[in-house]
């Protein structure tokens, strides 16, 4: 028996004593602040707790050390020192998806514990063993000390600004996200509720000739094991190409790693991972095909019609050729990059559970409920109208959760045995399972006339989409559209191709394909500087995109090019550096290109000081939920302390996938066309009076065009804009990164900056460390610390500056600044290494410095 205090009560353990702390709090005690971000490896502090007064990794310490032991966690804190560090970090801007934010304020307590005014170097040693993947870390410092000087003065913290566009309003709910009380996906509880786990295949490539179930089904709590021959309705399903089986079938070819042959329900989580070691499966086992640019001639073919997903094809202007042997300077060059893994903290999961008659609901943390429902209706043979999907807060996306992976797989088990079932990716699992940022090969020839003006692009790019189509069509259309960056390209000749392979899918990733080529398009741009000898920031003011100017695609840009404004803010710090490197980006806001983007609200006055706003899209750290408050309350002047927001398919409020940094233009603009209404009826009455009425709002966008439009072509409404400029000390390490960036109108100046500098560090890692290498289809590692992923001992100084040109079709001015605050980063940091030692990188991650 294992005797040990538990947040100053006792406790009687006599369990296995090989258990996890981690795994005895959230099971056991039903303790759930500390979350499980990487699956007992250790490496990213979500689990941290007190332990006899020091800092302790609950997946990584077992009970049978505890004996005697005083554990605690921020449940167990004092009530006025969880809220002095809670309220910090969330008057910071330091809580995004809010995943990791328990393990930081429970470092923080200890720290403070030892070192009641510790130093910023202090606080970033104390730290360092912490992952978070949305702030960039910035924001997590700034909160520490705003604790530790509340804590020193016994003042408490204020809670910061309150109001409509342009303050600092506390991000929704995230005092609760702080100390580890507002619920992930795997932290609900549900009566009767079951587990779930999956059997993957071994082998990228291969015939499966038997799936032998029957020592699985033997395994004690097992409820049923489920195959292929268990799906009632359409067992295939995309995101836009119906591609991708929910299991492989005996008899059918696997396509990668990631493929599920079966799957096992069972009483607890352990049972049903065991019972999946325990299915045998015979394989034949095929060659893989794994290179890209063997793809479209491999006899191989990942698909019955081949293996070319998309061929994007761009041209304007006059024959490229001759274009180029006219220009003064003409560079040339091929650019390579890597596959890169999302990395959110919080795997993914989903809770299923009946509903209604004949129907069920999920509970999920995916970035389109709607979708959701759509494809887990087609999986069932399913009216749609039998399935509800609520949104759980996630715990980071980046586009990484645009897909289904458990979302049906819950389902299915949920329909065939009617109870709650859990199913919950280990970190492992994840990194196996969904898409990845595409490896590109990108052929660039780029000219110039004698005064510096670009005249012509000639782009060849090849993207490695993987196993399934994903949003792999779209990712190289975007590649396509942005091939020329920021710039007016007269002459372009572009051509883009997605090809299958049996590598991991790759899909949405921040930047939607976008960086890749601004890495390719920005080293061609600074090498035409030094090719011609020309100032590389006058060249690229120059070149500029503007009103009037063109893109790749050829839409003429309106009013709101914020670019040459970003340029200008960072045009000092340019001059007075010695060894710099400047890249401009441009990225689409909204899918475009002919697709209608609908957004609906429904606003319903709960009570006299509570309103309830229904949407469809999802919160994954940005800060979306916040900015819809915030124009409510500009709209209407309501505190928006009083709005509550819901997101569930049973509103009706419709949103699409949460992608294209278009969330803030499309719902912002639905919910003022309804904050317009309620605004109106209350000249004439208070909110008691209307009590029971709720407002619709909707927007539409359909005025997009396709790239073969016969007249003006628009291929997206709006564009976020920016220049990152990255500075390298007199020893070739980067010093300071200022990032000024476009957002037509800044809604929450922290949300604004925290974004961007959570942006900016991702961008970094690209360009300096991340990487998902794999061999012959295969993981070669699946430890989480392996990827590459920057710390908060590596984050530069981070200037963020913010200009601010309306957009004429965003909410009061504004557009979404998601995802171009990665864009320009590896361009940037590529042309600062160039400038130290003169060596031109072509791939990435990139080789270090030449150091003197």
Known sequence: MIQFHLNNESKSYAGDPSVSLLTYLREIEDILSPKNGCSGQGVCGACLVEVNGR??????????TLDQAQVVTIEGFPEALRQTLGRAFVAEGAVQCGFCTPGFLTRTKILLQDNPAPTRPDIIRALRLHLCRCTGYIKIVDAVEKAARGLRQKQPVAPGDSGGVGKRQPKYRAYAKAIGQSPFVDDLRLPDMLHGALKFSDHPRARILKIDCSAAEQVDGVIRVFTAADVP?????????????????????????????????????????????????????????????AAEKSPVKVHADGNLLKDCRIRRGDPIETVLAASAHVVRGTYKTQRIEHAFLETEATVAAPWGKDGLKLYVQSQGIYSDRTLVARLLGLAEDKVAVTLVPSGGGFGGKEDLTTQGHAAL?????????????????????????????????????????????????????????????????????????????????????????????????????????????????????????????????????????????????????????????????????????????????????????????????????RLILHHGWTEMGQGLDTVAQQILSEATGIDPAMVEVSVCTVSGASGGVTTASRGTVLLGNAVIAAARKLASDLTQHNLADLVGRTYAGRFVCDWTTTVEADGPVQTHFAYGYATQLVILDDNGRIQTIHAAHDAGRIINPSLFEGQIQGGVLMGLGYALSENLPLADGQLTFTRFNKLGLLRITQVPDIVVTGVEVADPVGPYGAKGVGEISTVPTAAAVANAFYSFDGVRRFELPLKKVNAP
């Open 55 to 64: 800092a302790t990794l609950a997946c990584r310490k077992t009970m049978q």
């Open 413 to 609: 088990f949920c329909y065939h045995l009617k109870k709650p079932v859990k199913v919950r990716l280990n970190r492992t699992e994840s990194l196996r399972m969904h898409p990845k940022r595409h490896p590109m090969l990108m052929t660039y020839a780029l000219g110039c006339d004698a005064g510096g003006r670009l005249t012509g692009l000639r782009a060849r790019i090849i993207g490695d989409t993987g196993a399934y189509a994903s949003l792999g069509a779209e990712v190289l259309e975007r590649s396509a559209g942005h091939a020329s960056g920021a710039y007016h390209v007269p002459h372009v000749d572009i051509r883009a191709k997605a090809v299958y392979t049996n590598n991991l899918p790759c899909g949405a990733m921040r930047g939607f394909g976008v960086n890749q080529v601004t890495f390719a398009m920005e080293s061609a741009v600074d090498e035409l500087c030094a090719r011609g000898g020309f100032d590389r920031w006058r060249f690229r003011y120059d070149n500029a995109l503007a009103t009037g100017r063109m893109t790749a695609t050829g839409q003429v840009l309106g009013q709101g090019i914020g670019l040459k404004a970003t340029l200008r803010a960072v045009k000092d710090a340019f001059d007075r550096a010695r060894f710099a490197g400047l890249a401009c980006g441009i990225k689409n806001c909204g899918i475009g290109n002919g697709v209608p983007e609908v957004s609906e609200v429904k606003l319903e006055v709960a009570a006299a000081d």
């Open 233 to 293: 309705g359409e067992r295939h399903t995309g995101v836009i190409i119906n591609d991708w089986p929910l299991m492989i079938a005996a008899g059918e070819v696997t396509r990668y790693i990631g493929d599920v042959l079966a799957g096992v329900v069972a009483g607890s989580e352990a049972a049903a991972r065991e019972a999946v070691g325990l299915i045998r499966i015979d394989y034949d086992v095929l060659a893989p095909l794994t290179d890209m640019t």
